[in-house]
């Protein structure tokens, strides 16, 4: 019987502190931070997180402007909207929701966002800060499953922890925040040869290749700590799943986190404290 980490818990938690913070900082400032999404079409994954992103802005006291676009909107529009927000004083934080339509190439749109309000931590500058351990923004699913295992005790240090996945958005960030941790980590992917072999050795395991309940029971070393990435519809049932088979997994891992209610509240949580952290450092730079 593994325990379950709560992401949507230490979500609360953090979501409590940082509303009182909000206040703090307000009356000192005498502004609110501010955090602009923009939401390109209507994919309905990306309306219902566009959505919790702008809901946690409420309860956490940040002000939030979401603004939507059609599909069809061009390359040059949505570029020229960043860049009125870039020049915008009163905007702390910019994001834009992904995936963007196939006419539009995102690392053009990423990349010209000012790193200083890049609250996703996508932007190049922010990619290169980790990786050189300089100050920068840490994208927010990385930072979230870094904070879960903190939250729930585990020791990463000298631990060999497994990343199942190589994206620029989680693992490969992820990978780097747990190696900075002191864990040895490996990481493994599509091409990956004997991968429940490695699997078998990892002490964590971070799900996170996009697959529904790829992760199988026998994959899983007894008592290894399993977080699940995974944002992933059922085909049959249409609900959310994870990358991890968690009735078959539970039995063996010693913790692990569900999805919904785990690492996807901790993503939109991060955002927040990414947002107050860029809010800060633009007015102390006043
Ligand atoms: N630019 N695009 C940009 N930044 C991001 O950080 C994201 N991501 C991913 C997709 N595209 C992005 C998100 O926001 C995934 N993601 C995300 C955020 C929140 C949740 C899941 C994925 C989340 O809150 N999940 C809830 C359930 C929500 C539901 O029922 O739909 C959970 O408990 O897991």
Do not use: W
């Not at 190696?179 to 490695?198: F, G, Q, Y």
């Amino acid at each position: 019987m593994a325990t379950v980490i709560s992401g949507k818990e230490l979500a609360t938690i953090r979501r409590n502190s940082m509303k009182e913070e909000v206040i703090e900082f307000g009356k000192k400032y005498n502004r609110l931070p501010h955090l602009v999404v923009i939401l390109v079409g209507d994919n309905p994954a990306s309306v219902s997180y566009v959505t919790g992103k702008g809901k946690a802005c409420e309860e956490i006291g940040i002000k939030n402007t979401t603004i939507k676009k059609p599909e069809t909107i061009s390359e040059k529009e949505l570029l020229d909207i960043i860049d009125e927000l870039n020049n915008d004083s009163t905007v702390d934080g910019i994001l834009v929701q992904l995936p963007l339509p196939k006419h539009i190439n995102p690392d053009l749109v990423i990349n010209a966002i000012t790193p200083s309000k890049d609250v996703d931590g996508f932007h190049p500058i922010n990619v290169a800060s980790l990786y050189l351990k300089q100050p920068g923004i840490v994208s927010c699913t990385p930072k979230g499953i870094i904070e879960v295992l903190d939250f729930a005790n585990i020791q990463i240090e000298g631990k060999h922890a497994v990343v199942i996945g190589r994206s620029n958005i989680v693992g490969m960030p992820v990978s780097k925040l747990l190696l900075d941790r002191n864990a040895t980590v490996t990481i493994c992917h599509s091409r990956t040869k004997n991968l429940a072999e490695i699997t078998n050795t990892a002490d964590i395991i971070i799900a996170a290749v996009g697959k529904a309940k790829f992760v199988k029971a026998e994959m899983v070393r007894e008592g290894a700590v399993v977080i699940d990435v995974g944002v992933n519809r059922d085909e049959v049932t249409g609900k959310l799943c994870g990358d991890v088979d968690f009735k078959d997994v539970e039995p063996k891992a010693s913790y692990i986190t569900k999805v919904p209610g785990g690492i996807g509240p901790m993503t939109i949580t991060c955002l927040m404290e990414n947002t107050l952290e860029c809010y800060l450092k633009h007015m102390e730079e006043k």
